[in-house]
């Protein structure tokens, strides 16, 4: 019984068998998954193994059967200061708070919190950035992010100011969507009845704003838009030690070009050089498929959002085999596969 489970979670928790104590209520949460309390001691558990991105799942999750329970806000706040999710953290607190004045620990984590913001540099919104070294990033085409077999597969593609997350989900009613944003975490659970319940939460590569992001269950995908807090290149879509080095290059020509010494004196004309390169780049042959890859990606990379998102539906829809740029003509509808003479057309599967 979930009873039994969560008791031996306890005493596990209270031997300092953490690993056990977290299987022990993910035990007692599948037999009972509407139990605010277990989600709220699994996230306190995970808080100790340094499962932060997973604690803070959990405690959303007993947020959500139980919007009342201050010990849920405790944890998520805990365990977003340690990811340096201070705004997150400071407004889970607060709620908090609110919900028990008398709890000292909320008073001193919410000071804690504003004494860390106020040792961080403001970052500025992506429409306000000055920076000159920032790069205009024209490449939007998706990424698929590397995953062990989820039940849900999902990629993501990035512009300048924001970064585009689909969870290619069907048929799952929006009822049974949840997401919450942090400072650098996204946090998903899909929760269908009868069904296993999926979680999504990374630490992202870079911070997001948000205030401003938002979400969209349609019929086959869950849309996620993450608005960067700052314009860089992110090298992928989850926060790792090896890559979490931003790009930046410059937006227009470079006001500075570097020199380098040499034992003879010579003078390069950088400017002329830059454009020998693009122009060797834009009279490059290329053949066969290279050469229509090329050609569908000038497409992409000019063309507005309407033509981007019929491009990416009609490929996805049809496997590969048709690629339209006419929104209206394939949004409201499904892109049937058209596969070349000779040659079979197989669904995929994800």
């Given amino acids: 019984?979930?009873?039994?489970?969560?008791?031996?979670?306890?005493?596990?928790?209270?031997?300092?068998?953490?690993?056990?104590?977290?299987?022990?209520?993910?035990?007692?949460?599948?037999?009972?998954?509407?139990?605010?309390?277990?989600?709220?001691?699994?996230?306190?558990?995970?808080?100790?193994?340094?499962?932060?991105?997973?604690?803070?799942?959990?405690?959303?999750?007993?947020?959500?059967?139980?919007?009342?329970?201050?010990?849920?806000?405790?944890?998520?706040?805990?365990?977003?200061?340690?990811?340096?999710?201070?705004?997150?953290?400071?407004?889970?607190?607060?709620?908090?708070?609110?919900?028990?004045?008398?709890?000292?620990?909320?008073?001193?984590?919410?000071?804690?919190?504003?004494?860390?913001?106020?040792?961080?540099?403001?970052?500025?919104?992506?429409?306000?950035?000055?920076?000159?070294?920032?790069?205009?990033?024209?490449?939007?085409?998706?990424?698929?992010?590397?995953?062990?077999?989820?039940?849900?597969?999902?990629?993501?593609?990035?512009?300048?100011?924001?970064?585009v997350v689909t969870i290619f989900a069907k048929g799952v009613p929006a009822t049974s969507v949840s997401v919450d944003f942090g400072e650098q975490i996204l946090s998903v659970t899909i929760n269908v009845p009868g069904e296993d319940a999926y979680t999504f939460q990374p630490r992202l590569f870079g911070k997001i704003i948000p205030t401003k992001c938002k979400y969209e269950v349609l019929s086959t995908k869950i849309e996620i838009r993450l608005p960067k807090a700052e314009i860089i290149h992110w090298r992928a879509l989850e926060f790792s030690n090896e890559n979490n080095v931003p790009l930046r290059t410059n937006v227009s020509s470079v006001t500075q070009r570097p020199t380098y010494p040499s034992s003879k004196p010579t003078s390069v004309d950088w400017d002329k050089l830059e454009a020998q390169v693009k122009k060797e780049e834009k009279e490059e042959k290329l053949d066969g498929d290279a050469a229509l890859n090329k050609f569908f990606q000038g497409i992409y990379q000019d063309a507005d959002e309407d033509t981007r998102r019929a491009m990416r539906k009609s490929f996805v829809e049809s496997n590969g085999t048709v690629l339209s740029t006419n929104w209206k003509e394939v949004g409201s509808k499904k892109v049937e596969g058209s596969p070349p003479d000779g040659m079979e057309m197989k669904k995929w599967e994800y």
């Fill in 1 to 163: 019984m979930a009873s039994d489970l969560e008791t031996r979670a306890k005493e596990a928790f209270i031997d300092d068998h953490f690993e056990l104590a977290v299987d022990l209520y993910s035990q007692a949460i599948d037999m009972d998954p509407n139990n605010a309390e277990l989600f709220n001691d699994r996230a306190q558990a995970n808080i100790k193994l340094n499962n932060l991105t997973e604690a803070v799942a959990d405690a959303n999750r007993a947020i959500e059967l139980d919007p009342s329970m201050a010990k849920a806000y405790l944890r998520k706040g805990t365990a977003c200061i340690k990811l340096e999710e201070y705004q997150t953290a400071k407004a889970a607190l607060e709620t908090g708070a609110s919900l028990a004045p008398g709890n000292t620990r909320f008073a001193n984590l919410i000071k804690e919190c504003d004494k860390r913001i106020a040792a961080n540099v403001a970052i500025p919104p992506a429409s306000e950035s000055t920076d000159e070294n920032v790069e205009t990033i024209k490449d939007a085409q998706p990424v698929v992010s590397s995953s062990n077999k989820p039940k849900y597969r999902h990629e993501f593609y990035q512009k300048p100011e924001e970064v």
